[in-house]
């Protein structure tokens, strides 16, 4: 969770856009992340890879 911190602070202070995905898959998760969005602690499973482009897609519809 730390480097999560580290990335949105680096992209607000740049004046970047960022597709948050750890809360995106914690607001479909309930608040936590769902098991079945990872093959392991660090690899999306098929599902957490749609999930990823669903996000992506959304906030490049919105204009980021």
Do not use: W
């Amino acid at each position: 969770r730390q480097m999560v911190e580290i990335v949105r602070e680096v992209a607000e202070e740049r004046g970047l856009s960022l597709v948050d995905a750890d809360a995106g898959f914690r607001e479909r998760g309930g608040g936590i992340e769902r098991a079945d969005l990872f093959e392991d602690q660090v690899h999306l499973s098929a599902t957490g890879h749609q999930l990823l482009a669903e996000l992506v897609a959304s906030e490049l519809r919105t204009g980021m």
